[in-house]
């Protein structure tokens, strides 16, 4: 979820294309790098994906979720755009559904997968854990951070959205993407860089003697990225691995870059978005930490940090990112925390 209505969120970026490509159509970016896009069925109604020109074929960055659709407007770009030269390999920034939905179907097809460890890990665990039901340790987990009670009740009896539904299997194998190294894709060398916090070890790739860099979702314009605390690491802290990945990328950033982002449009401006993306969460703790001058649920806590009003698909990601939020007040000891009778944990400022 980006909370879109930030004030901050264009502030000092410059967008040298206004509008997006049209679907199954692409734009050249840079000499040999296209941009294109597929859509997502949700209020962020799209995904960026690149393809970057090599000897042999395409080098493409991200992909959509996997559906008839997608996989149609892919067929469309490598008719089209791409001059029917095939997809030879793919690099995936993290583990989310919207960028690694049709890695295995083009693996399937022939295209090598590169993806940092933990990413390619994620992802295909995630695949392969089937819940026709929420199992118990995700119930428990959200009724102790105080999700609200008809949500919860109402969630434990439905089918939760299943990695796969949307992803396509995952075959055995990939290429490894290291923090530090440097990679040739497109003809180009970058260098790796490890974000975090958004999602763990998102690689982010700044081109070495050029101008461009792969953002992923790490370097959104506009949008903060989602920073969700989950049940599968319920002791994380996603805002101080985010706040840490910001101050070790922000030296990285140059005003000439071209950020190449998985959603939105590319931009110049990178230093000053990397103050933004990390002062739009200590501003939010500190609206959060004021909210808790009474001691409140984790459920009550999204007046400080969403300006629009949560509701719908939209709960989820508002709750995850809140306790997210309150798990880093607590970690560096600005709230208290304590347990209601009915298990359910109440926060409270120092
Ligand atoms: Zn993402």
Redesign the pocket.
Known sequence: MGKSDLPDGYAGLTFPWAEPPAEGEAVEVAEGVLWARLPLPMALDHVNVYFLREDDGWAMVDTGFDTKRTRAIVDRLRGGPLGGRPITRLLVT?H?P??VGLAGWLQGEGAELLMTRTAWLMARMLTLDDQPLPPAETIEFCRRWGMDPDILAARATERPFNFADIVAPLPLGFTRLREGEEVTLGNRRWHVARGDG??AEHAVLYEMGGDLVLGG?QLLPGIS?NLGLYPTEANADPIGDWLAACDRLAPLARPDHLVLP?HKLPYRGLPKRMASLRQNHVTALDRLEAHLDVPRTGGACFAPLFKRRVEGALYGLAFFEAIAHLRHLHLTGRVTRTTRDDGVWLWQAV
Do not use: E, N, R
């Open positions: 993290h989310h919207d960028h958004h999602a979702d990225p998985g």
